[in-house]
């Protein structure tokens, strides 16, 4: 729990007659670690608070009175003092807790999965006192207990140094692994049928110092001296972890958490460290195949016939309809890289802007493009004020949870959460605002105004968030901001940040879509209306044109449809040929027999993808995708942070990278995408796309914490001039990035409105054949929608669709030890307050019709009373579409029926 | 109860419970002078309170031997609500002081309390009462109602502004709550393990973190009668710094074992042993006694004109620690006892640093193996070595590589035997044996060649 940025005063501190100069407040075991120095030490984390307990770390300090045998992970640093390490006393001390340490343990080294990385035989190795003078017997436990489904507990091996339980209940807050009994018999356990089911449990595996603590997965997997590393980020969601990915023998073994100061803390999600057997173990397409017709068997075929199929439906629709009657869905899974090929050959070869990475459960990209923004750091900054209005964090989007969690439980930081229903959030909340689904921006608003607070919200609770978020002497407020329920539009989530702007000028905002790369999606064009590096089709008209090298009116006219258009007009037999990028529309758009409909009208179906699915089996061409782990390339976090991901296995069968396969694609329409290498992509990128001006490789390795996009002003080298044929491509085009407002500066100005002198200079050179720079990388906020909510129906509740970490998607679902976590669809419950399953006169577990103008379903209900009166909360389940059929997508609400069953 | 002490030695503590079985109501409590204290100390200023105490120089009775009022003045100013926390978790081997105090006077430990408060300024106090002395917690519980009921206690008190309430926590069952920090854990609802010192010294980070008061059961008990008879009267009682009264449980192999009330300072091993109880029973010799506790190393019989006075003791090399005296006769196999003693640490050690969950264990296992005739040559250095790595050097008072003074109270006994019966450890081991271990402490000595070399010539030796 130690913040390296809080307090840079020094003390003078000599550590084994070295002068050193430390932090102020640093612990002598840090500040020795930073100086080269190590001291043994098993209890101590450097993300935890410090305990003192297994007495390894223990070094002579002298701070005036005598040296004395002291931890030196409780010890602050301070003038003056002066550190020994290595002396008689600190060794015979060290010798002694080591010897202890094993007397108990089993010593089944060859056995354990631990050996070869175990800190215990390290340390016994470089401090232990090298024979063992224990005669008597040792403990003995039952071996392996399961303490969940995903964590194994060998208690003989344990040497209680409170790592794990720490975790869950500093950490996580999920404090379901406790010290049991007393002395000598002092065990780690849970409580008798309370398993230790936590999102975060894997993380406690990691940190094990010893092999107590194994994963299902992992378990006699590989021994570590055969693994190789790979560092790389996790595409589990959009937080982007740092990971390292252990392999052998070109099997994904493992993922560990790597702590990325800006971003992950070395912790991870089990849905994200458990992921990868998805992509080792999981059902993958190994070859392409086509079906010749609707009926008939899929047919295995070489990649030159899969392609030339794939470009013939293209050529063909542009021949028959025009650009217009190819439409792309999915991308957001891919590479940066993949995302960029995929948008030039869609805008640039193709010629059509129906392209949409989000399947019409995300946000608005003009919207999150066009707000401030915040990093995670900034958001969870020491004592600072933060508003979420967003997606439950703890279900989508694990280790920001954890973030936030800290900032608010251990760093002073204030949350008030604006919600419909309680979410992970709710319990370090200063105050959960209940806001009926549809009516937030006017909370808010209220919030941020200092209004009385509307009606139906607990007075207690606003007067309580108002004076946290009218509290300006805790900074600029910060805002968590996303989509709280798939029944409430995007419209609503635009609505509030126009009022939050309105109010605040300071705020800034990090916007929560869930996606693995939906940012890099957004930031390389592969979304209606946009380019590629954050311009709209208008402002970048021209820059990126002559960047690909051919005409402006090459590129798409107009807007696009989104992912709600483009399947309508599939459906209405209006588009030709459909690409799906590892899209799943039928499992995850809101109205699925809408999907399915679109993909059996459509004439020419092309899922490139990476496992068999609901859409894909409508497919008339499958390409299969090498996807995480196979692929090198870069990601975007939900910050803007590009950072790599790396190929630590070789692709099944015979799949190739998705940018290969939009090159090869481009080659098969007698079209050059213009690259040969991942190299040659990002260098493209650094040329072409505003926002990632200046991102070169070099750039890159600078921080293996990644780079946030766009690079601060002055930081950025200037652009390269483009290999186009106009001279005078590159007429003052460093003057972009400097245009782009920094997220640091938290310019809400900047970014809200370009600067007339920007528009003007856009608009006056729009007519001669120099490319002029587009008007910074930001584009121009949607306007504030006008919500229209029904009023409450007296009969009437509201629904409120949110999501699970597990749940029936495909990377759960491919994960064998992940997908008996989900809860089977049909047990999936629609929760109600308890008051109103008193007034219904039913109980927990009765089965209830919720019906819609859209359709019904028959679900258990459960009383919670997280859940406000008037309004039914479900979690989605994209397998069966439950919960998602009830939405009405054209309205900003759904409300519903509730019946009981008979 | 022992009634023979001397007249002129008033029995500040015990004198009521010594003379009426009723002295646990507050009607006998009231009639016999009780909540006079109180009456007296609230019209004073808290600050003059303090002063008061500090004057009697009344030294904390739960072993550390700390002056309660300077102890007072370490909460930092200004920083509010403070706490007493009243430790009543006595449960070292050979202590039951407290628990008469609590069973027979609760009123003057209530009333101690009360004064304590109002010095200290809280108005919350947490009384831990040890979870196995169920007496003692229903004539607690009553007292407090009639205490409550009597206006002594609640809101505004006695007709004053200020206003107090005590609760009555029940331990659980575990030793370790008896060291202040793992008590505040448990009354906080935690599992009672130590806090690290620093940071968290009660005084400055306590009970949630706030400022905290731990005092002892009998050092509160004495709060009235100072406040009656002022500190003076008090501080004409004793020796040295050690003033006033002590209570000493005598336990083991005497004639009248129990609890007795002395002059602090004054008195010596041998008035307590062959005067206040007998003498060693059966007339037999006397081979060793423990000083203060289970913790504490032993004394034998050159020891027995040492004062019980804190500093003569320490100096010898010992403590008087929680006043528990356990005395051993020529008949007493003390090896066993030591394993007997070791034992209790490793069960009661709370498990949460290496040294002392580990440690004790293990020296319990090797005694046990020697007992068992199973022990090697080296088995008696294994021994000692064990005891260093968990109190370095063996030192008095000792070092430590664990978190609290548990560990280290395992050590003491077993090096107070090697050094000075070396030959019982050789009986059960059939062969001699070396030691390579230092073994710093003062009464780690061997046997003294003379008769002459009596208490004062082993006290500040210091044997290598």
Same mark, same amino acid.
């Given at each position: 729990?130690?913040?390296?940025?809080?307090?840079?005063?020094?003390?003078?501190?000599?550590?084994?007659?070295?002068?050193?100069?430390? %932090?102020?407040?640093?612990? *002598?075991?840090?500040?020795?670690?930073?100086?080269?120095?190590?001291?043994?030490?098993?209890?101590?984390?450097?993300?935890?608070?410090?305990v003192?307990?297994?007495?390894?770390?223990?070094?002579?300090?002298?701070?005036?009175?005598?040296?004395?045998?002291?931890?030196?992970?409780?010890?602050?640093?301070?003038?003056?003092?002066?550190?020994q390490?290595?002396?008689?006393?600190?060794?015979?001390?060290?010798?002694?807790?080591l010897?202890?340490?094993?007397?108990?343990?089993?010593?089944?080294?060859?056995?354990?999965?631990k050996?070869?990385?175990?800190?215990?035989?390290d340390q016994?190795?470089?401090?232990?006192?090298?024979?063992?003078?224990?005669?008597?017997?040792?403990?003995h436990?039952?071996?392996?207990?399961?303490?969940?489904?995903?964590?194994?507990?060998?208690?003989?091996?344990?040497?209680?140094?409170?790592?794990?339980?720490?975790?869950?209940?500093?950490?996580?807050?999920?404090?379901l692994?406790?010290?049991?009994?007393?002395?000598?018999?002092?065990?780690?356990?849970?409580?008798?049928?309370?398993?230790?089911?936590s999102?975060f449990?894997?993380?406690?595996?990691?940190?094990?110092? *010893?092999?107590?603590?194994?994963?299902?997965?992992?378990?006699?997997?590989?021994?570590?001296?055969?693994?190789?590393?790979?560092? =790389?980020t996790?595409?589990?969601?959009?937080?982007?972890?740092?990971?390292?990915?252990?392999?052998?023998?070109?099997?994904?073994?493992?993922?560990?958490?790597?702590?990325?100061?800006?971003?992950?803390?070395?912790?991870?999600?089990?849905? $994200?460290?458990?992921?990868?057997?998805?992509?080792?173990?999981g059902?993958?397409?190994?070859?392409?195949?086509?079906?010749?017709?609707?009926?008939?068997?899929?047919?295995?075929?070489?990649?030159?016939?899969?392609?030339?199929r794939?470009?013939?439906?293209?050529?063909?629709?542009?021949?028959?309809?025009?650009?217009?009657?190819?439409?792309?869905?999915?991308?957001?899974?891919?590479?940066?890289?993949?995302?960029?090929?995929?948008a030039k050959?869609?805008?640039? *070869?193709?010629?059509?802007?129906?392209?949409? /990475?989000?399947?019409?459960?995300?946000?608005?990209?003009?919207?999150?493009?066009?707000?401030?923004?915040?990093?995670?750091?900034?958001?969870?900054?020491?004592?600072?004020?933060?508003?979420? &209005?967003?997606n439950?964090?703890?279900?989508?989007?694990?280790?920001?949870?954890?973030?936030?969690?800290?900032?608010?439980?251990?760093?002073?930081?204030?949350?008030?959460?604006?919600?419909?229903?309680?979410?992970?959030?709710?319990?370090?909340?200063?105050?959960?605002?209940?806001?009926?689904?549809?009516?937030g921006?006017?909370?808010?608003?209220?919030?941020? %105004?200092g209004?009385?607070?509307?009606?139906?919200?607990?007075?207690?609770?606003?007067?309580?968030?108002?004076?946290?978020?009218?509290?300006?002497?805790?900074?600029?407020?910060?805002?968590?901001?996303?989509?709280p329920?798939?029944?409430?539009?995007?419209?609503?989530?635009?609505?509030?940040?126009?009022?939050i702007?309105?109010?605040?000028?300071?705020?800034?905002?990090?916007?929560?879509?869930?996606? =693995?790369?939906? &940012?890099?999606?957004?930031?390389?064009?592969?979304?209606?209306?946009?380019?590629?590096?954050?311009?709209?089709?208008?402002?970048?008209?021209?820059?990126?044109?002559?960047?690909?090298?051919?005409?402006?009116?090459?590129?798409?006219?107009a807007?696009?449809?989104?992912?709600?258009?483009?399947?309508t007009?599939?459906?209405?037999?209006?588009?030709?040929?459909?690409?799906?990028?590892?899209?799943?529309?039928?499992?995850?758009?809101?109205?699925?027999?809408?999907?399915?409909?679109? !993909?059996?009208?459509?004439?020419?179906?092309i899922?490139?993808?990476?496992?068999?699915?609901?859409?894909?089996?409508?497919? +008339?061409?499958?390409?299969?995708?090498?996807?995480?782990?196979?692929?090198?390339?870069?990601?975007?976090?939900?910050?803007?942070?590009?950072?790599?991901?790396?190929?630590?296995?070789?692709?099944?069968?015979?799949?190739?990278?998705d940018?290969?396969?939009?090159?090869?694609?481009?080659?098969?329409?007698?079209?050059d995408?213009?690259?040969?290498?991942?190299?040659?992509?990002?260098?493209?990128?650094?040329?072409?796309?505003?926002?990632?001006?200046?991102?070169?490789?070099?750039?890159?390795?600078?921080?293996?914490?990644?780079?946030?996009?766009?690079?601060?002003?002055?930081?950025?080298?200037?652009?390269?001039?483009?290999?186009?044929?106009?001279?005078?491509?590159?007429?003052?085009?460093?003057?972009?990035?400097?245009?782009?407002p920094?997220?640091?500066?938290?310019?809400?100005?900047?970014?809200?409105?370009?600067?007339d002198?920007?528009?003007?200079?856009?608009?006056?050179?729009?007519?001669?054949?120099?490319?002029?720079?587009?008007?910074?990388?930001?584009?121009?906020?949607?306007?504030?929608?006008?919500?229209?909510?029904?009023?409450?129906?007296?009969y009437?509740?509201?629904?409120?669709?949110?999501?699970?970490?597990?749940?029936?998607?495909?990377?759960?679902?491919?994960?064998?030890?992940?997908?008996p976590?989900?809860?089977?669809?049909?047990?999936?419950?629609?929760?109600?307050?308890?008051?109103?399953?008193?007034?219904?006169?039913?109980?927990?577990?009765?089965?209830?019709?919720?019906s819609?103008?859209?359709?019904?379903?028959?679900?258990?209900?459960?009383?919670d009373?997280?859940?406000?009166?008037?309004?039914?909360?479900?979690?989605?389940?994209?397998?069966?579409?439950?919960?998602?059929?009830?939405?009405?997508?054209?309205?900003?609400?759904?409300?519903?029926? *509730?019946?009981?069953?008979? | 109860?022992?009634?023979?002490?001397p007249?002129?030695?008033?029995?500040?503590?015990?004198?009521?419970?010594?003379? +009426?079985?009723d002295? +646990?109501?507050?009607?006998? &409590?009231?009639?016999?002078?009780?909540?006079?204290?109180?009456?007296?100390?609230?019209?004073?200023?808290?600050?003059?309170?303090?002063?008061?105490?500090?004057?009697?120089?009344?030294?904390?009775r739960?072993?550390?031997?700390?002056?309660?009022?300077?102890?007072?003045?370490?909460?930092?100013?200004?920083?509010?609500?403070?706490?007493?926390v009243?430790?009543?978790?006595?449960?070292e081997?050979?202590?039951?002081?407290?628990?008469?105090?609590?069973?027979?006077d609760?009123?003057?430990?209530?009333?101690?309390?009360?004064?304590?408060?109002?010095?200290?300024?809280?108005?919350?106090?947490?009384?831990?009462?040890?979870?196995?002395? /169920?007496?003692?917690?229903?004539?607690?519980?009553?007292?407090?109602?009639?205490?409550?009921?009597?206006?002594?206690? $609640?809101?505004?008190?006695?007709?004053?502004? &200020?206003?107090?309430?005590?609760?009555?926590?029940?331990?659980a069952?575990?030793?370790?709550?008896?060291?202040?920090?793992?008590?505040?854990?448990?009354?906080?609802?935690?599992?009672?393990?130590?806090?690290?010192?620093?940071?968290?010294?009660?005084?400055?980070?306590?009970?949630?973190?706030?400022?905290?008061?731990?005092?002892?059961?009998?050092?509160?008990?004495?709060?009235?009668?100072?406040?009656?008879?002022?500190?003076?009267?008090?501080?004409?009682?004793?020796?040295?710094?050690?003033?006033?009264?002590?209570?000493f449980?005598?336990?083991?192999?005497?004639?009248?074992?129990?609890?007795?009330?002395?002059e602090?300072?004054?008195?010596?091993?041998?008035d307590?042993?062959?005067?206040?109880?007998?003498?060693?029973?059966?007339?037999?010799?006397?081979?060793?006694?423990?000083?203060?506790?289970?913790?504490?190393?032993?004394?034998?019989?050159? +020891?027995?004109?040492?004062p019980?006075?804190?500093?003569?003791?320490?100096?010898?090399?010992?403590?008087?620690? =929680?006043?528990?005296?356990?005395?051993?006769?020529?008949?007493?196999d003390?090896?066993?006892?030591? %394993?007997?003693?070791?034992?209790?640490?490793?069960?009661?050690?709370?498990?949460?640093?290496?040294?002392?969950?580990?440690?004790?264990?293990?020296?319990?296992?090797?005694?046990?193996r020697?007992?068992?005739?199973?022990?090697?040559?080296?088995?008696?250095?294994?021994?000692?070595?064990?005891?260093?790595?968990?109190?370095?050097?063996?030192?008095?008072?000792?070092?430590?590589?664990?978190?609290?003074? !548990?560990?280290?109270?395992?050590?003491?006994?077993?090096?107070?035997?090697?050094? %000075?019966?070396?030959?019982?450890?050789?009986?059960?081991?059939?062969?001699?044996?070396?030691?390579?271990?230092?073994?710093?402490?003062?009464?780690?000595?061997?046997?003294?060649?003379? /008769? /002459?070399?009596?208490?004062?010539?082993?006290?500040?030796?210091?044997? =290598?």
């Amino acid at each position: 729990m130690t913040d390296t940025n809080q307090d840079v005063s020094t003390v003078q501190v000599t550590i084994d007659g070295r002068a050193i100069e430390a %932090r102020k407040g640093e612990l *002598v075991i840090a500040a020795a670690e930073r100086n080269d120095v190590y001291i043994p030490r098993f209890c101590w984390h450097n993300r935890m608070n410090p305990v003192g307990m297994c007495r390894m770390c223990l070094v002579e300090i002298d701070t005036g009175r005598g040296p004395a045998l002291q931890p030196s992970c409780m010890i602050e640093c301070s003038d003056g003092m002066t550190v020994q390490t290595a002396t008689e006393t600190v060794v015979k001390a060290q010798e002694g807790v080591l010897e202890f340490l094993l007397i108990n343990h089993p010593l089944d080294c060859p056995v354990c999965d631990k050996g070869g990385e175990c800190p215990l035989q390290d340390q016994t190795m470089s401090h232990g006192p090298g024979e063992s003078r224990y005669v008597e017997e040792k403990r003995h436990k039952e071996k392996p207990i399961n303490v969940s489904e995903l964590v194994l507990l060998d208690r003989e091996r344990c040497i209680l140094c409170d790592r794990c339980t720490r975790f869950a209940k500093e950490v996580a807050g999920d404090p379901l692994i406790h010290f049991l009994n007393r002395g000598n018999t002092t065990e780690i356990n849970t409580f008798p049928d309370h398993e230790f089911s936590s999102y975060f449990s894997g993380n406690t595996v990691q940190i094990c110092p *010893v092999g107590a603590l194994t994963s299902t997965p992992y378990r006699f997997k590989a021994r570590p001296w055969d693994l190789a590393h790979t560092e =790389s980020t996790c595409t589990g969601c959009s937080v982007g972890c740092r990971i390292v990915i252990d392999t052998s023998r070109d099997e994904l073994l493992r993922f560990d958490g790597v702590d990325s100061e800006p971003v992950n803390w070395s912790w991870l999600c089990d849905r $994200g460290r458990f992921g990868f057997e998805a992509f080792e173990r999981g059902a993958r397409l190994t070859d392409p195949f086509v079906r010749r017709d609707a009926q008939s068997e899929p047919e295995v075929v070489r990649w030159t016939d899969a392609l030339d199929r794939t470009a013939e439906a293209v050529t063909g629709a542009l021949d028959n309809a025009g650009a217009g009657s190819v439409a792309v869905l999915g991308g957001a899974h891919l590479t940066n890289e993949a995302q960029y090929a995929w948008a030039k050959l869609a805008k640039g *070869v193709i010629g059509t802007d129906h392209v949409d /990475a989000q399947l019409d459960d995300g946000l608005d990209p003009r919207l999150v493009l066009g707000l401030p923004g915040a990093t995670i750091a900034e958001t969870c900054a020491a004592g600072g004020t933060i508003l979420v &209005y967003a997606n439950d964090v703890k279900e989508e989007l694990g280790v920001l949870y954890l973030r936030l969690r800290h900032a608010a439980v251990w760093d002073g930081a204030k949350v008030v959460e604006v919600s419909a229903t309680a979410s992970g959030i709710t319990p370090f909340a200063t105050a959960s605002v209940r806001a009926r689904p549809g009516t937030g921006p006017d909370v808010v608003d209220a919030l941020l %105004r200092g209004d009385a607070a509307p009606d139906g919200v607990d007075g207690d609770v606003f007067a309580r968030a108002a004076e946290v978020l009218g509290d300006t002497a805790r900074g600029p407020l910060r805002v968590v901001l996303g989509r709280p329920s798939l029944a409430e539009s995007a419209a609503v989530a635009t609505s509030v940040a126009h009022r939050i702007l309105e109010q605040r000028a300071d705020a800034t905002f990090l916007t929560t879509l869930r996606r =693995s790369n939906v &940012y890099g999606a957004i930031d390389m064009g592969l979304v209606p209306g946009l380019l590629p590096g954050r311009v709209t089709l208008e402002d970048g008209r021209s820059s990126v044109a002559s960047g690909w090298g051919i005409a402006a009116n090459e590129l798409p006219n107009a807007s696009g449809l989104d992912a709600r258009g483009i399947l309508t007009a599939a459906a209405a037999g209006k588009v030709d040929t459909l690409i799906l990028l590892g899209a799943d529309p039928v499992a995850d758009f809101a109205d699925h027999e809408l999907a399915e409909r679109a !993909l059996q009208t459509t004439p020419n179906v092309i899922a490139v993808d990476l496992f068999p699915n609901e859409s894909n089996r409508y497919a +008339h061409v499958v390409l299969p995708a090498s996807g995480f782990g196979a692929s090198d390339g870069t990601t975007t976090n939900l910050e803007g942070r590009v950072t790599r991901v790396a190929q630590a296995v070789a692709p099944p069968g015979n799949a190739h990278a998705d940018w290969v396969i939009a090159a090869e694609l481009a080659f098969a329409l007698d079209a050059d995408l213009g690259f040969d290498s991942l190299e040659d992509i990002r260098a493209e990128i650094a040329r072409t796309a505003p926002s990632h001006a200046g991102l070169t490789d070099e750039v890159l390795d600078t921080d293996p914490n990644g780079i946030v996009v766009p690079l601060p002003a002055g930081e950025a080298p200037a652009l390269e001039s483009s290999a186009s044929d106009e001279a005078d491509a590159a007429e003052s085009p460093d003057a972009d990035p400097a245009d782009a407002p920094a997220p640091e500066d938290g310019d809400a100005a900047s970014a809200e409105a370009p600067s007339d002198a920007d528009a003007a200079d856009g608009s006056d050179s729009a007519d001669g054949d120099q490319p002029e720079a587009p008007r910074g990388a930001t584009v121009e906020l949607p306007p504030r929608p006008e919500l229209r909510i029904p009023a409450p129906d007296a009969y009437g509740f509201r629904l409120v669709v949110t999501r699970k970490m597990y749940d029936q998607g495909t990377i759960v679902q491919q994960s064998p030890h992940l997908a008996p976590l989900a809860t089977p669809p049909a047990d999936v419950p629609a929760r109600l307050h308890p008051a109103e399953l008193a007034q219904l006169g039913i109980a927990d577990g009765a089965l209830v019709r919720i019906s819609g103008a859209r359709g019904q379903i028959t679900v258990p209900v459960l009383g919670d009373s997280g859940v406000p009166r008037r309004v039914v909360a479900y979690a989605r389940d994209a397998a069966s579409g439950a919960g998602v059929d009830l939405i009405e997508p054209d309205l900003a609400v759904t409300d519903v029926h *509730v019946e009981t069953v008979s | 109860m022992s009634d023979t002490s001397p007249d002129r030695i008033p029995q500040i503590v015990t004198g009521r419970l010594a003379a +009426h079985d009723d002295a +646990h109501t507050i009607a006998r &409590y009231e009639a016999t002078g009780g909540y006079a204290g109180l009456r007296a100390a609230l019209e004073l200023a808290p600050d003059d309170v303090t002063a008061q105490v500090k004057e009697a120089s009344l030294l904390g009775r739960g072993g550390a031997g700390f002056p309660a009022g300077v102890k007072w003045g370490f909460c930092p100013p200004g920083v509010w609500p403070r706490y007493l926390v009243v430790n009543g978790d006595e449960s070292e081997p050979g202590t039951y002081k407290d628990r008469i105090l609590m069973e027979r006077d609760p009123h003057q430990l209530i009333e101690g309390i009360l004064i304590a408060c109002y010095a200290i300024g809280c108005a919350q106090a947490f009384l831990y009462c040890r979870g196995e002395m /169920a007496l003692a917690h229903e004539r607690l519980g009553a007292a407090l109602n009639e205490a409550y009921a009597a206006g002594y206690i $609640g809101k505004n008190i006695l007709g004053t502004d &200020y206003s107090i309430d005590v609760v009555l926590h029940w331990g659980a069952g575990a030793y370790i709550v008896g060291e202040e920090t793992a008590l505040i854990e448990s009354l906080e609802g935690n599992r009672g393990m130590p806090r690290l010192k620093p940071p968290f010294f009660p005084a400055a980070k306590g009970l949630y973190l706030q400022p905290t008061v731990v005092n002892n059961v009998e050092t509160l008990s004495n709060l009235p009668w100072i406040m009656t008879n002022g500190a003076e009267a008090f501080h004409a009682l004793g020796a040295e710094t050690s003033r006033g009264t002590r209570l000493f449980a005598v336990s083991g192999h005497v004639e009248n074992p129990g609890v007795h009330e002395v002059e602090f300072g004054t008195t010596t091993f041998r008035d307590l042993i062959y005067g206040h109880c007998g003498g060693i029973r059966e007339g037999r010799d006397l081979k060793a006694f423990v000083p203060g506790g289970a913790s504490s190393p032993w004394f034998f019989e050159e +020891h027995l004109d040492l004062p019980l006075e804190t500093k003569a003791v320490g100096n010898a090399g010992s403590m008087l620690g =929680s006043g528990a005296i356990v005395v051993m006769d020529s008949e007493t196999d003390v090896v066993k006892a030591s %394993r007997t003693l070791v034992r209790f640490f490793a069960v009661e050690s709370c498990g949460k640093c290496t040294p002392c969950r580990e440690g004790t264990t293990w020296m319990e296992r090797i005694l046990d193996r020697i007992i068992a005739g199973q022990g090697r040559a080296s088995d008696v250095d294994l021994l000692l070595d064990v005891c260093d790595n968990i109190s370095p050097e063996l030192t008095w008072p000792p070092k430590q590589t664990t978190i609290c003074p !548990l560990g280290p109270s395992a050590p003491p006994s077993v090096a107070s035997i090697v050094r %000075r019966f070396p030959e019982e450890f050789e009986r059960y081991l059939g062969t001699s044996f070396e030691v390579t271990v230092p073994m710093k402490g003062a009464a780690y000595v061997p046997k003294p060649d003379t /008769a /002459a070399a009596g208490a004062s010539g082993s006290s500040g030796e210091s044997p =290598s």
